[in-house]
């Protein structure tokens, strides 16, 4: 039973244009949305995150984007730089005190010289 | 502030034999959530603990895994009678209480254990 689904292993873009990581979940009472970012032989590094009563949320040049009615969330990268290659993971929770997250699959991202 | 620390970071262990994994929270962080990340998939939620109490345990397999976190020291991940579908990345992470996510957990850098 995966709720968050990341459908894309993998994506790889060229340095200055922009990253785009997708995410589907399942579960409508999850209400609060991160994205971390991994890379080999660490720990995930929290990103960004939006709560559901927004539509978008920005920091730099990170970008989330929710779209409720579809169970639907993004994240874009732009302009994308190199050190931005790694594991990019989407995750949910209902509510966001004290709670579990459940994280998508994960997304290598490539960004390419 | 050293962050979230696991120890070990590599961990090896027979069939059969016990796995103990110990991760210290930040500093002033009260709360402990431990993740597993089995090859090619994403983290699965474990166990949420507070000091001294096991909060959420419902991502637990039922048998042969136990974790605690006492009033002094590290919380400890506790696999029995390993097996080689143990074989993950095992992540700490810590928040202040009561664990807000508002700007995400503070992971540490995981301890891989293999079982042979």
């Known amino acids: 039973d995966q709720q968050v689904k990341q459908n894309s292993p993998s994506l790889s873009v060229q340095e200055g244009r922009i990253s785009i990581l997708n995410c589907d979940y399942t579960n409508s009472m999850f209400d609060y949305f991160l994205w971390y970012k991994k890379y080999p032989a660490e720990g995930p590094t929290f990103l960004i995150s939006i709560s559901s009563i927004k539509d978008k949320n920005e920091d730099g040049r990170f970008t989330v984007f929710l779209n409720k009615s579809a169970k639907h969330l993004s994240l874009h990268i732009v302009p994308s730089q190199p050190g931005d290659s790694a594991v990019y993971f989407c995750a949910a929770s209902e509510g966001t005190s004290g709670s579990r997250l459940t994280f998508g699959e994960g997304t290598q991202l490539t960004v390419n010289p | 502030n050293a962050g979230v620390m696991q120890n070990p970071r590599h961990l090896v262990r027979r069939r059969g034999q016990e796995a103990r994994l110990r991760c210290s929270p930040m500093?002033?962080?009260?709360?402990v959530y431990w993740y597993r990340q089995l090859p090619e998939e994403g983290l699965k939620f474990m166990v949420y603990?507070?000091?001294?109490?096991?909060?959420?345990e419902s991502g637990m397999p039922k048998e042969r895994f136990s974790a605690e976190f006492p009033k002094e020291g590290p919380s400890i991940l506790r696999i029995q009678q390993v097996v080689r579908g143990d074989s993950a990345a095992y992540f700490c992470?810590?928040?202040?209480?009561?664990?807000?996510?508002?700007?995400?957990?503070?992971f540490g850098s995981g301890t891989r254990l293999t079982v042979v």
């Open positions: 603990l507070q000091k001294e109490n096991i909060i959420d």
């Open positions: 500093k002033g962080h009260s709360h």
């Open positions: 992470a810590s928040s202040v209480n009561p664990g807000t996510l508002n700007y995400g957990y503070t």
